[in-house]
């Protein structure tokens, strides 16, 4: 049956992918599994949420700055066509809040982390020292991935925490000076409309981004084959790959909290 699959048109291609799929969902599980279960090494998991976790926030920062910049932007020139311009701080806040700077701050620190994780672990496939590894009987998957899961999962809400602040400042400063929206007015209207399943739901989704960025990362880290220009194919790959996840699971995780919240109708 497999055989005849691989001589139809893109046959080939489908069973590439699904065996891409299952062997992805086989490391995913082992790499949980060892994420959850003792011992854990607690100095790695502070090495990594410095090297991985708090090296990400400038550009966190800055992106969701601009963010919040276009968005209150964005959404002020087309409310002022209606007159509603009183509306934007409010729907900016629930705009950032929720998906724009979650999203925008997943994507940048993931193709930053993603990159990172991939060229080192795969640096160290090729170098045979994750073979080293298992002949000292050390679990490289424990060693190596369960701290980077750990401390994403941990910074990427704290990020993006501090990052929605940075975005509300450049909604505000946008608000002052292209929209003439003054700041006390901007707090009262973003005040009145916030509330805090904004801020939670936002949140809670970078918890799985953050699971999702090390994941990837790490698996095509151990995958890499052919010396210097494979480190090189995989980091590729592995930025593709993190980007495109985090994009779909964004979607699935809005609709089950729009659900959950009763936003539905």
């Known amino acids: 049956m497999i055989k005849a699959i691989s001589y139809l048109p893109f046959g080939q291609t489908f069973l590439d992918f699904v065996e891409f799929l299952g062997d992805y969902s086989t490391f995913i599980w082992v790499a949980l599994k060892r994420t959850f279960t003792p011992p854990w090494r607690g100095r790695m998991v502070i090495d990594q949420l410095f090297l991985i976790g708090v090296k990400s926030f400038p550009i966190a920062m800055i992106t969701a700055i601009f963010v919040g910049m276009v968005m209150t932007l964005q959404t002020g020139v087309q409310l002022v066509k209606f007159g509603s311009k009183g509306y934007v701080p409010g729907i900016s806040w629930i ?8 999203a925008f701050v997943g994507i940048v620190v993931g193709a930053r982390v993603a990159a990172s994780i991939t060229a080192e672990v795969g640096t160290m496939r090729v170098t045979e020292q994750i073979d080293a590894l298992e002949v000292l009987n050390v679990d490289p998957i424990r060693y190596l991935v369960a701290p980077r ?6 910074m990427m809400p704290l990020i993006t925490a ?15 000076s292209a929209l003439q929206i003054d700041y006390v007015q901007y707090y009262m209207v973003t005040k009145k409309f916030a509330y805090m399943q904004d801020l939670y739901s936002g949140l809670f989704k970078t918890i799985f981004f953050g699971a999702l960025i090390a994941l990837t990362g790490s698996y095509y880290g151990f995958r890499t084959r052919g010396g210097a220009e494979g ?12 980007l495109l996840t985090i994009l779909v699971s964004n979607y699935f995780l809005t609709s089950i909290l729009v659900y959950l919240l009763g936003n539905l109708g």
């Not at 705009?95 to 979650?102: D, H, I």
């Not at 899961?149 to 941990?154: E, L, P, R, S």
């Open 162 to 176: 501090v990052c929605l602040i940075g975005g509300y400042i450049g909604g505000t400063l946008v608000a002052a």
């Open 149 to 154: 899961i750990i401390a994403m999962t941990i």
């Open 231 to 242: 480190v090189g194919l995989a980091t590729t790959s592995s930025v593709v790959l993190t």
């Open 95 to 102: 705009a950032n809040a929720r998906e724009m700077v979650p």
